[in-house]
């Protein structure tokens, strides 16, 4: 095995380094992101016969001085991306669903979303709201057509997770309060 040898073990954390470093450079990653982008990056760049396991050591051993440096904070990642996933319309089920596919842990989870609704009043509303002018759907239907298509908003509103109270809520606004509602966006 090539990384039993010294000169290759610090030669090898060293380029994981600089592959993490130039990484955060363009991005700023999950440490699950950062974790898979340096695997895969190996795997393709290095023709070393070694184990996954010594390979996700040496990636955890890296990222581990990230994190003590603060380059990599999942909190912040958290706070951030929830926000952002928030102004773009989607519910607090899928910023929930979102976060967990990045790797993100679960009390990180909660406290972001818990910022949210503290910051926000009534967050999933406004997003179903969002979603609404997007797709032209519920509201900004014509009258004579908003009866026929309410099961297919429905279906809409809850592949985007949100619930059925608030989807059913929202598809009944009149058009009125819904373009009043679309100023306050």
């Known amino acids: 095995n090539n990384i039993k040898n010294k000169k290759n073990l610090e030669a090898t954390v060293d380029e994981i380094r600089n592959f993490a470093y130039s990484y955060l450079e363009k991005y700023s990653p999950s440490k699950q992101q ?34 003590e440096q603060k380059l990599i904070n999942d909190s912040h990642y958290a706070d951030v991306k929830s926000k952002s996933l928030l102004r773009k319309g989607y519910s607090l089920n899928k910023i929930r669903y979102s976060l967990i596919k990045k790797g993100i842990d679960e009390k990180y ?9 503290e910051e926000e009043s009534d967050p999933d509303f406004f997003s179903a709201i969002k979603v609404c002018k997007k797709r032209r759907i ?3 239907r014509e009258d004579g057509n908003r009866p026929l298509f309410f099961k297919k908003d429905i279906s809409i509103l809850a592949r985007a997770g949100f619930t059925y109270d608030i989807s059913k809520k929202v598809l009944q606004i009149p058009k009125e309060e819904f373009l009043k509602f679309c100023k306050m966006i």
């Open 138 to 140: 519920g509201p900004c």
């Open 34 to 67: 950062l974790r898979i982008y340096l695997f895969k990056k190996l795997i393709k760049v290095s023709q070393r016969q070694s184990s996954k396991r010594e390979l996700f050591n040496l990636i955890d051993t890296v990222i581990s001085t990230l994190i």
């Open 109 to 117: 989870i909660k406290a972001s979303i818990s910022k949210l609704l």
